[in-house]
């Protein structure tokens, strides 16, 4: 059975996964890491996010399992997620100095991220935001002018935390992150996981994960437990009982009342805001065929 905080809100917040000495190790490799492999980072998102990072350090591999291994965020996992959950990708995202935020969607079904809070985060400016209960809301998150960081970084809830805390949401969430003006630094490492049951593409470092010192972390990023190919270099997860993880029940989930009412404030919103999208795209295109 999974916590009450995830079935009602779709994530939850874990105090004191690592201690402060741990987290501050922890943070001088992922400093350094991102040093050495700068010509690495992806920076699409508008943060700096170093991809694949498990096998690039021996103690950096120890405390990842640390964190996953942690009896709450390993039970949250397991009963959300199923116990073969698969681990997609492993990353270090930093918002510094001027973010311009990225706007509110939801990812793939039965995808779930860890968020491993590297420094306390303790201000809402280029933290994510998620909106609470949304993972039973239906699917039309992005087909929302409200969407946009400029709208939607009013509607979401900042995720905050202490360093060596770690939140666990659903992707399914209503989720962005709120731009900063500000000269903070983020520090988050990311774990993104998909639950048992769903399907997903791995990341090329699966295929050869003799590097990473760590049999849990290949038993969960590789690719040769509880998995079976699909196409377009695809795997499906095999599950471990016959019902369906939480992660891909809430998939075409009936509305209850209390979502109606929650859904029927947003849809209020929208009908305030996308014609004024819709007029302002419309200004954009015609100065566009005008220059
Ligand atoms: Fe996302």
């Not at 969607?105 to 935001?129: L, M, R, Y």
């Not at 709120?178 to 988050?188: A, G, M, Q, R």
């Amino acid at each position: 059975m999974t916590n009450n905080n995830i079935l009602n809100q779709g994530f939850d917040h874990f105090k004191n996964i690592l201690s402060k000495e741990e987290t501050l190790e922890l943070e001088n490799i992922i400093d350094e890491l991102n040093n050495k492999y700068s010509d690495r980072i992806d920076r699409c998102t508008n943060a700096n996010v170093l991809l694949s990072i498990a096998g690039l350090n021996k103690k950096l591999d120890f405390y990842i399992e640390k964190i996953l291994t942690n009896p709450k965020i390993n039970q949250t996992l397991e009963n959300t997620l199923g116990k073969n959950y698969k681990i997609w990708q492993i990353n270090t995202r930093i918002s510094s100095g001027k973010d311009m935020g990225l706007s509110m969607h939801e990812d793939s079904p039965g995808q779930a991220n860890i968020w491993f809070f590297i420094n306390t985060q303790n201000k809402p400016e280029g933290v994510t935001g998620v909106v609470p209960s949304s993972h039973l809301f239906p699917r039309i998150c992005k087909k929302l002018s409200l969407s946009y960081i400029g709208v939607s970084k009013f509607l979401m809830k900042p995720m905050l935390g202490e360093m060596g805390d770690c939140s666990i949401f659903l992707n399914k969430v209503w989720h962005g992150r709120l731009p900063s003006k500000k000269n903070v630094d983020n520090k988050i490492l990311a774990i993104g996981t998909f639950c048992e049951g769903s399907e997903y593409t791995p990341m090329p470092e699966a295929y050869d994960t003799s590097n990473i010192n760590s049999n849990f972390i290949v038993s969960k990023f590789g690719l040769k437990e509880n998995l079976k190919s699909t196409n377009n270099n695809k795997y499906q997860i095999e599950k471990s009982e016959e019902k369906d993880p939480y992660a891909l029940q809430i998939e075409g989930k009936k509305l209850n009342y209390n979502i109606l009412i929650k859904l029927s404030f947003y849809f209020f919103i929208e009908i305030f805001i996308r014609p004024i999208k819709l007029s302002l795209n419309f200004l954009l295109n015609y100065r566009k065929s005008q220059s």
